[in-house]
Structures are given as structure tokens and as C-alpha cells.
T-cell receptor, first 114, second 115 residues
Framework: KAGVTQTPRYLIKTRGQQVTLSCSPI?????VSWYQQTPGQGLQFLFE???????NKGNFPGRFSGRQFSNSRSEMNVSTLELGDSALYLC?????????????FGEGSWLTVV | AQSVAQPEDQVNVAEGNPLTVKCTYS??????LFWYVQYPNRGLQFLLK??????LVKGSYGFEAEFNKSQTSFHLKKPSALVSDSALYFC?????????????FGAGTQVVVTP
């Protein structure tokens, strides 16, 4: 069974631009969540989607947004990029919303803002 | 609110020796605890989790973790470390009162296993 797939793996953007990252969850998983990883802040929760609805949101500015499609695939968008948005963005999926469900992570999308 | 602490930034161990990576947590409800490992330039790999039941949880690659409710700890252990275990390890907690998918991660512990 294929794991969580994220595209693109690496990208470089200029300040002020926007970026869209894509995530395909493990087949059968309906919950998708996103995390940002930076050396200074560590792993931080961005948001979670289930059945195309945002269920939970972390403490990030409105420039960070996401959505989930009917096939459970998800995208996140960052508008008006800042240098501090340079990070590894990790997508994760789980079967459902139960607290005991394992969350599986993708390889991540490395975003560099110059 | 939930929080996780990994008190050691780095753990050094010789190959063949026991490895322990420490984790303490704080949640308001029942804790759901996870360990993940991250190799350079890779995503997070799931190692094991504690939901309920036995306090000793066995996971992938020979790792196990011991849940201690009174000490609010969930230490990761491996009886005999390998050089290939050198990586960044993260402890994470999900609060059972918050049933959504948010994991709170510790800062991570770098494990260095020397031959």
C-alpha cells in the first residue's frame, strides 16, 4: 500500500509569492493534517481536514490555508510568502478521527523562500 | 492544554549498548502517546504508540516504550542500539479530550550511536 505522497518535494519561491503544496493520503484514510517543521520552532500543527471540512486549526496567520477534496487529497496554500515560511511542510493521514488512530507522515515538501 | 518535553537534546550511545530516549507529557484527559523517528531530509516514521492497556509497548525495529502514568512519562528504549538508529526522535501526545488529529510534539532528541 502506498504511503502519504507529497508534491513537490523541493521548491524555491520569492518573497511575496504564493505556493500550493499537495498531499495524497494513504488509500482509505480520510483525515489529513499538515505540520510545519523548522529548526527554531520544531514541529507545529497547521490544520486538519476530514470529509472536506477543516476540523482543527493551529496558531498560524490567515496566509496559511488548506482544503480537502472529495477523494481525501489535500492542498495547502501559503500566500504572500515571507522568509520565515521557509520550512519542511509535512502532510499526514489517518483513517479517521479517533484519538488512537496512528498518524502516518509523508516525506514532506521543502520550501525555501528567498 | 497538552505538552510534551524531551529533556535531552542529544543522546550518545555506543553500538550494542541500551538506548533510552526520555519523554514526559502533560494532558488534561487520557493520553495517547506516539514515538516517531526522522532520518536526515526525510519525513517522520511511526515507531509505536500507547493507547491503553499494557504499559510496555513494542514497536518497529526493536524499539519499545514504557508508559508510566504516575510519572507522566513515555520513555523510548532499545536493548541494543545500532549505528543505523542514529536519527532524530520525536515524542508526541494527543489529548483524548480533543478528538481531532492534532499531535503535540516534543522538541526532538538527536540520537548518535557510535561504532
Amino acid at each position: 500500500k502506498a504511503g502519504v505522497t507529497q508534491t513537490p518535494r523541493y521548491l524555491i519561491k520569492t518573497r511575496g509569492q504564493q505556493v500550493t503544496l499537495s498531499c495524497s493520503p494513504i488509500s482509505g484514510h480520510r483525515s489529513v493534517s499538515w505540520y510545519q517543521q523548522t529548526p527554531g520552532q520544531g514541529l507545529q500543527f497547521l490544520f486538519e481536514y476530514f470529509s472536506e471540512t477543516q476540523r482543527n486549526k493551529g496558531n498560524f496567520p490567515g496566509r496559511f490555508s488548506g482544503r480537502q477534496f472529495s477523494n481525501s487529497r489535500s492542498e495547502m496554500n501559503v500566500s504572500t510568502l515571507e522568509l520565515g515560511d521557509s520550512a519542511l511542510y509535512l502532510c499526514a493521514s489517518s483513517y479517521g478521527l479517533e484519538s488512537g488512530n496512528t498518524i502516518y507522515f509523508g516525506e514532506g515538501s521543502w520550501l525555501t523562500v528567498v | 492544554a497538552q505538552s510534551v518535553a524531551q529533556p535531552e537534546d542529544q543522546v550518545n550511545v555506543a553500538e550494542g549498548n541500551p538506548l533510552t530516549v526520555k519523554c514526559t507529557y502533560s494532558v488534561s484527559g487520557n493520553p495517547y502517546l506516539f514515538w516517531y523517528v526522522q532520518y536526515p531530509n526525510r519525513g517522520l516514521q511511526f515507531l509505536l504508540k500507547y493507547i491503553t492497556g499494557d504499559n510496555l509497548v513494542k514497536g518497529s525495529y526493536g524499539f519499545e516504550a514504557e508508559f508510566n502514568k504516575s510519572q507522566t512519562s513515555f520513555h523510548l528504549k532499545k536493548p541494543s542500539a545500532l549505528v543505523s538508529d542514529s536519527a532524530l526522535y520525536f515524542c508526541a501526545v494527543r489529548d483524548g479530550t480533543d478528538s481531532w488529529g492534532k499531535l503535540q510534539f516534543g522538541a526532538g532528541t538527536q540520537v548518535v550511536v557510535t561504532p
